[in-house]
């Protein structure tokens, strides 16, 4: 068994290693299919772990992007200079300078990230079902629209981000592979995490919150935990994903709540939540579709893509990973003892 | 020791992966079909431009086409122009300028709708060594830094509503006031485009000691200003001035129209694209609108005449518009330009071609285009212009041209 | 900041009387979307996504019919009918599986229908900024100070007797008592012998010719585009997230105290802050009432 699972993980480091060497063209959105992994296999911490919907998540993303570039700028230079001048200044980066500041920056929008997840945890946590989804989902907006209007990071105007000092084609592979590296660290974290007893515990604040609390998990603590884990995630690959676009802006980069905040949920119920793999695999699918339509449907790829949610959410609900759950039991090692599912422990 | 560490790094990696990542040939010349890449807005916020921008290239092209095409090395070659939406989003716009590059190969690019998005491709766009020549980003902000293969034919965009600063000071001295006793009141949309608007309203302001009482941001799906209106209902400012693309400018003037603003000077941007003297004439009667082109220009060239010709042809292409907006014009310039250089490069060399349209120094029916060495079009003025009553563009020279106050006749 | 809460107060105090106007108006068309949400969500438990979309759509529709040169105070009835068809068809494709489906589901499939309507108009009518102009007079108020479109009037009046209509038939007819019936106990009605898959689609219908009623209206007074609906819906969420289900005064007071807030927090802070307001709102009742239910499980305790 763990021979298995082990060649499955050097096939997959093998083959994320391998891509960009053998489809160069391909990198960057290969690229962005390991960030959309990610945001995926986070959001199922809170979403399919533990029963918590956040259709928030995105604000670590923007919040990481925006920590990341002010310390990337302060560092050598007056950040509201920077950004009130419209370019009139030029800031040159040395490379030490600028690698020392994208480093720096991708730890702080991590450990800020965090740091707002906790704070976020107290007054959200008390939320419960759709209520939680809606508030962060509010939160989330309001995000982007504060931001906007903070001139000290350049309001609606946005901020051009230090740009990579070496060639273009090192350029795509770095950012790939921090991409890469970022969500198969996620991966194998959420994976030891979903083992241990936090795993168990988040499972059964999911099942019945107040039982949970009943049997003395500090169920807040948890919760705030687990939250923090994602958000340290979202906030690194905001602060990656600023550095890969290069141009960032509040409203349509840093908060777009209603794509990468809407696609990371949809990702991880096409993959089936609630298990490591569903929303890895959902990703992957999500992916692909999207840059398929995008391609060659041109102007009619958000409508296959609204079709695309409807239908998996609508007649595939459980989604692939329940699919070959229920198919091939034998193979995950369940065993079926027929009790009727319980099917209003949310409610 | 640091630095050396750091460039024999950088050195190996270029090196390994300049072996590895050895570009597929891919085709930016079709058989005798040339492939311009271009991103558009098709979906989104900027929409309604991208839409306007991107008829704007396809009449160029097809015209070019029938002409003949583009003569490179003694043969005749098709344009053809390779779109993807970019979703009004600089981050889906970033991603396409390095698809279109590695992706399609594409080696030669028009630019997208909207300063946010051009600022958002024209780094990579840059660093590939590809030259862009876009009609539509008029951020001062995209002209300092430097870039060598950015190039745009319009005015940058502190020089939109600034005259019309200039033109409040000029009546105030004519009325015999002081012009630092002028208010102004202001609504910006909170993108980069609108920002550099206000910005140099501000630079204008500022010579002239003037006040500005109202300074509000309109966020992106802001279908309402009626708590701005209000409250320039309340200060009576001598100057209202409204950017915010093409619905800014359609709910300003819904709800100046429904409030009965009276305020002397209204200015404004794409008046003609959100057609605002069709939808609200008695509003709109008087506002000022800054335009980079207008259609009785006497500029001309051989391929479409003068700017009466164009706007003439283009309506007959595309028979929904009434008043043709200057997106659309300057998009088709930006494809006059990439024809001349072409055939002045007479290669397909990125290089030549990029020294081929910095020598640009052509007349057409959008203007004179003529490169500074930052990239702008410094040969092309921007154009004020006024409403009348009938709804008529009339052109402001001097601030004698100007009706003041305005007559809305609500 | 400090010179507008001068000018509220002090230079020209009739200006907060334009205010409560308007945030009164975008209130009452703010109420009857989120009515309609507060329907489906209390019967069906449905949370419906799309609810800004199916607003946004009830314009268009109003916005071809006047085209066409039907008044869209005429076009009203047309444009329910319409919106309830449609609204009927998404129950029997749609929401009659999802309603089945934990509480997240429909939030999220309600999200595909909003992305696909958004484009099937942009599609359709272009994503060009359009209005329709009612040919309905402004009245000037106060010397001059205060402006009271006729249309914004006839809205409320539209509003008003919607509403009044709407609660006369929860209250008098069988159809109605039916839908209250199965909001209550759904388990209960059926036993009863209500058909509650037909309750469900009347009542998921009923509230798409609502948003459209709500979609004439924006049309008339503010502008259409193809995506601003995402707005119309969030801000119906924190209405009734706010006032609570199944109470339409309580959906139609916070609907007014949310344009009331909208329009205050605009003049006062600027414009740039008037989205926020809602979300802050929305987020200070979450707040509170979360405090409030800490509280009462401590005494159960």
Known sequence: MLGRRFLLYLLILGAGLAAPWFYPQYIQQMALLWIMVLMASTWDLLGGQMGYNSLGNITFFGCGMYISAVVQIAMFYDVAAYTSAFGAIKPEFTDEQYFMGLFLGILAAGFGAMLLSYLLGFIMFGLRGPYFAIGTLGIATAAGQLMGTIDYVGGGSGISMPFFPWAVEIRALFFYGLCFFLAAVAHLLLRWIYSTQFGLAINAIRDDEDKAEAMGIPTLKYKQIGWAITAFFMGCIGAVFGNMVGFIEPVEVAFPVATFGIFMVAMALLGGKGTLWGPVIGAVLFHVIKETTWTYLLGWQWVALGLILIINIVYFQEGIMGWLQRKFPEFFGITIDHAPPDKDAEQ | ?410 | MLFNLQILFDIAPITNIQLILDGIFIGAVLALGAYGLALVWGVMNVKNLAQGDFIILGGYIAFALAREGVHPVMALPIVMVLMAMLGWMVYVFMIRRVIEQDMFTSLLATFGLSLLLQQVMNLIFGPEVQVIDSHLPNYQLFNDSVTLPVVKLLSLGMVAVLAVLIVLFMRKSRMGQAIRATAQDERAARVLGINTDRIYAFTFALNAAICGAAGVMVSMIWVLQPFYGISYSLRSFAIVTAAGLGNLPGVISTGFGLGLIEQYTGFILGAEYQVASAVVMLLLVLVYRQRRAKRKRQVVR
């Open chain 2, 1 to 410: 020791m640091k630095s050396f560490s750091f460039k024999t790094i950088s050195a190996i990696a270029t090196l390994s992966a300049s072996l590895a990542l050895s570009a597929p040939a891919l085709a930016k010349v079709e058989g005798d079909t040339i492939i311009l890449g271009a991103a558009i807005s098709l979906t989104g916020k900027y929409s309604t431009n991208g839409l306007h921008t991107q008829r704007g290239y396809d009449f160029a092209v097809d015209r070019i086409n029938d002409l003949g095409g583009v003569k490179v090395g003694g043969k005749s070659y098709k344009l053809s122009v390779k779109y993807y939406d970019d979703e009004s989003t600089p981050a889906r716009a970033a991603q396409l300028a390095e698809r279109l590059i590695q992706q399609d190969g594409v080696e030669y690019m028009l630019g997208p709708y909207g300063s946010g998005l051009t600022k958002a491709m024209a780094p990579v766009s840059e660093k590939f060594g590809v030259p862009m020549i876009e009609a539509e980003g008029a951020s001062r902000s995209l002209f300092t830094q430097g870039y060598k293969y950015l190039f745009a034919v319009l005015s940058t965009s502190e020089q939109y509503l600034a005259p019309v600063v200039e033109l409040a000071a000029a009546k105030a001295k004519a009325a015999g006031k002081e012009p630092s006793s002028v208010t102004i009141a202001m609504a910006f949309e909170n993108d980069p485009f609108s920002l550099d608007v206000r910005e140099g309203i501000v630079d204008t302001a500022k010579k002239y000691n003037m006040r500005i009482v109202i300074d509000d941001k309109l966020p992106a799906d802001l279908s309402d200003m009626s708590a701005t209106l209000t409250k320039v209902k309340a200060i009576k400012p001598d100057v209202l001035i409204v950017s915010g693309h093409s619905k800014g400018a359609a709910t300003a003037a819904r709800q100046i129209d429904e409030m009965t603003l009276q305020v002397p000077i209204v200015g404004m941007t794409h008046c003609e694209a959100a057609k605002v003297q069709e939808k609200f004439p008695a509003a709109a009667n008087g506002f000022l609108c800054a335009t980079q082109w207008v259609e009785s220009s006497p500029k001309k060239d051989k391929y479409f005449g003068n700017a009466s010709d164009w706007n003439a042809g283009f309506k007959k292409a595309y028979p929904e518009y009434t008043s043709v907006p200057y997106q659309s014009a300057q998009a088709s310039a930006a494809v006059l330009v990439w024809k001349e250089a072409f055939e002045a490069a007479n290669s397909f060399d990125k290089k030549q071609l990029r020294d081929a349209i910095a020598a640009t120094d052509m007349e057409t029916f959008y203007g004179h285009i003529r490169f500074s060495e930052f990239g702008n079009n410094i040969a092309k003025p921007m154009f004020m212009r006024q409403i009348d009553g009938d709804g008529n563009y009339n052109a402001i020279i001097t601030p004698d041209d100007m009706v003041w106050p305005r007559k809305a006749q609500y």
